[in-house]
């Protein structure tokens, strides 16, 4: 019994002593930014406990009652919201503000410290040696596997005939194939097979991680490892690490065959088949191996599976919104057909080169504000890691959780008028010039921001000219009918339903 007493009075007093006065301390520190009204131990949670398709108004509702930066609390956690470009600058600029929020924590299990989630040095390291592997000349080898699958998309666009249907799914899996063969190196039929156990996981883990992000009582690994939830992600971690596991080993396999050729050849063998063998990410991952000691199959097995996940969600979003926005808006629609006919003509099969990209220039202009309604990412998190200075005065603490809502900074008014408006020519070039450069911010901005952003534009050049090559497309509902899900990709509640007819 006097053990007792003592532990708990041990841990009123540090709760008293220590906690409290720390927490004083951070919350007069906070005091002038206005937010809203929290519970004790609770915060905003239950603000927040409603429908999926309702967060988003909660937090727009927030933005309106408080302005462009205001406080929250998910349980005893504080977290500043950013919803604005100077506030975005002042953190994303930074060479020292890198660390990602604790949110991202969640996805350890799956991604490991891949580039995505680690930080300081580490980052540094690992961002220099990937950094090559997004090098113009590698991309102009992907095209031809973006081309080889956007002839199987297009192939399932046609099975549609004229029914309506929702285009999401099906643009998924055409991005499923493309990341699984430029990160891997292997095909997975995932357009042909959409049931296959490794499809099936990597859905369903992005919407597990989606599902424990919202319940803060799941946050604690003990209980998550123990709840139905927790137990179907684990099954899809193994599926999912097993594979990656499997395709690294066969990979390397299949290197030290062909190096044990090449050296009993001689170097002669050099335009034989093997040899033209396609490069993936990993082979780059696999070089970078051999010179770096440092670089295990674990982390080889983060960074794959980090591309994977990073990969193929933002991409595919993004061609959807972007294709349904283009169904809504015939005008625009009418355009796009006329580039793709000035730069195809009426053929309709050719391969899309380099050169025809670069002529994509209203196609593009029409990503970008595919990706300004609906930026893939809405929102992202830092953990401070020293005090920031605010362009107003205010300074936040240091280790405070920032958000940073680039959903709401796309829509202010002042930059982008009418913005719920699709309107591609916000992004010619004389229209852009001149606006706060962090404005805009789908790809986020400053050194922490995508790697991968040359490869998407590509990636949504190649399949949204596969689809208005080919098709004219319909809304087959209304804007105002979709509920956005503003999680950690920003999707349609109940998909983005279109008819399409053959051009
Ligand atoms: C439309 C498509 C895409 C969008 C909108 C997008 C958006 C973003 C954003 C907003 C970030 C910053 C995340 C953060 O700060 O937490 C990011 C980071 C990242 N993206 Fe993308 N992304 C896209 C496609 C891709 C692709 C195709 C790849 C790889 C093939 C990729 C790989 C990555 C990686 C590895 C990071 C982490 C970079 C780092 O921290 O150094 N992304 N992306």
């Known amino acids: 019994m006097f053990w007792v007493i003592l532990l708990i009075s041990g841990v009123l007093s540090y709760l ?11 919350l007069n520190k906070l005091k002038t930014v206005r937010g809203p ?11 927040l406990s409603v429908a999926r398709s309702e967060v988003l108004q909660v937090f727009l509702r927030f933005f309106k ?44 299990e799956w991604l490991g410290l891949g580039l995505l989630n680690s930080r300081g040095e580490k980052w540094f390291h690992r961002r220099k040696q990937l950094t090559p592997a997004f090098h113009f000349k590698i991309l102009e080898d992907f095209l031809r596997v973006f081309n080889e699958q956007c002839a199987v ?21 055409c991005t499923l194939d493309i990341i699984c063969e430029t990160t891997m190196g292997r095909r997975v039929f995932a357009q042909q097979k959409s049931d296959s156990d490794y499809v099936r996981a990597i859905y369903r883990i992005s919407e597990l991680f989606q599902y424990r992000q919202m319940r803060p ?3 604690s690994d003990f209980i998550w490892r123990r709840s139905q939830a927790g137990k179907e992600n684990e099954k899809c971690l193994k599926i999912l690490h097993g594979f990656t596991d499997l395709v690294i080993r066969e990979r390397k396999e299949e290197r030290k065959a062909l190096g044990d050729k090449e050296n009993a050849n001689g170097k002669a063998d050099n ?24 670089l295990t199959d674990k982390n080889v ?65 029409c990503i970008k504000e595919g990706l300004r309604i609906f930026p893939s990412a809405p929102f992202i998190g830092r953990k401070l890691t020293s005090e920031l200075k605010l362009e107003d005065g205010l300074v936040l603490p240091s280790s405070i959780t920032v958000w940073i809502f680039i959903y709401y900074i796309h829509r202010d008014p002042k930059i982008f008028p009418n913005p719920e408006k699709f309107d591609p020519n916000r992004f010619l070039l004389e229209e852009a010039q001149g606006r706060h450069p962090f404005s805009y911010l789908p790809f986020s901005a ?28 319909k809304a087959a509902q209304r804007m105002e009918d979709v509920n956005r899900l503003c999680e950690v990709i920003m999707r349609p509640e109940a998909g983005l339903w279109v008819t399409m007819q053959k051009r």
């Open 16 to 26: 008293l002593l220590i906690q409290l006065p720390k927490r004083l301390t951070l």
């Open 37 to 47: 009204p929290a519970l004790p131990l609770l915060g905003n949670a239950l603000d």
């Open 65 to 108: 009652d408080y302005g462009p930066r205001f406080k929250m609390f998910l349980g005893m956690q504080p977290y500043i919201v950013f919803g604005n470009a100077s506030d975005a600058e002042k953190i994303l600029s930074s060479q020292t503000q890198i660390e990602k929020s604790a949110d991202y924590d969640f996805l350890h």
């Open 153 to 173: 998309f297009k192939s399932a666009l046609e099975g549609k005939g004229h029914e309506k249907f929702d285009i999401f799914p099906v643009i998924t899996l």
């Open 217 to 219: 009582w799941l946050h």
């Open 271 to 294: 335009d034989g088949m093997e040899s033209k063998k396609r490069l993936a990410f990993l082979d780059l991952l696999l070089d970078a191996q051999n010179a770096d000691s440092l």
């Open 301 to 365: 097995r983060e960074e794959t599976d980090t591309f994977m996940f990073e990969g193929h969600d933002t991409t595919s979003a993004g061609v959807s919104w972007t294709t349904f926005l283009l169904s809504l808006n015939p005008e625009c629609q009418e355009k796009v057909h006329q580039e793709l006919d000035e730069i195809f003509g009426n053929d309709r099969t050719r391969e899309v080169t380099m050169a025809d990209l670069a002529k994509m220039k209203y196609l593009e202009c």
């Open 446 to 473: 400053g050194p922490r921001n995508c790697i991968g952003q040359k490869f998407a534009m590509m990636e949504e050049k190649v399949m949204l000219a596969t689809i208005f090559r080919n098709f004219n497309v």
